[in-house]
């Protein structure tokens, strides 16, 4: 069975690639004229077009470093669970044991991130954009504090 990150994966990668390839028509069609909408002359254009900011702006450098020290807090933190004896329940605990491959898993999903609100950035969906790394943050954070409250598994000794 799929874990959660590589169905996400899976679901990310179709997208991207189905929008690619179903946006290309044929070279000989022509493409079909709309008709023109013409603002009104009074109204200033500046005020009508979504405000306009670069990708790697200040706001967007603090949500990307709030996202990279999420996930660094998320590996620490399931570190520190697998060494007290519990379980990893998002991936396998053979990935967590392995810390380069967590650590580079942990670094692709910051990297993913990034990539998503670059995407929604292109499209002009700033928002989104922004709420992106704000989630991101949110719930690498919230999982990384739920990983130190956990009980310490104590292992059943028999006499």
């Given amino acids: 069975m799929l874990n959660f990150r590589t169905t ?4 990310l ?3 991207m690639t189905a929008s690619t390839t179903w946006a290309q028509a044929p070279a000989t069609e022509a493409p079909t004229s709309s008709p023109a909408i013409v603002p009104p002359a009074d109204k200033n254009q500046a005020e009508e077009r979504p405000q306009q900011h670069r990708f790697w702006d200040k706001e967007n450098d603090w949500l990307f470093a709030g996202v990279g ?13 697998r060494r007290r004896g519990d379980q ?7 990935l967590v044991d392995n810390h380069a491959a967590f650590a580079v898993v942990e670094g692709a999903g910051t990297g993913v991130s990034i990539g998503v609100s670059y995407l929604f950035h ?9 709420w992106t790394s704000i989630v991101h943050f949110g719930l690498a954070t919230s999982g990384a504090v739920r990983n ?4 310490t598994a104590h ?5």
């Fill in 122 to 130: 292109r499209y002009g969906h700033h928002k989104l954009e922004r």
């Fill in 148 to 151: 130190y409250c956990l009980k």
């Fill in 13 to 15: 990668v179709t997208g």
């Fill in 155 to 159: 292992p059943k000794t028999t006499p």
């Fill in 8 to 11: 996400l994966l899976i679901a």
């Fill in 69 to 81: 020290a999420a996930r660094t807090f998320d590996y620490f933190s399931t570190l520190n669970m």
């Fill in 88 to 94: 990893e329940i998002l991936v396998t605990n053979d």
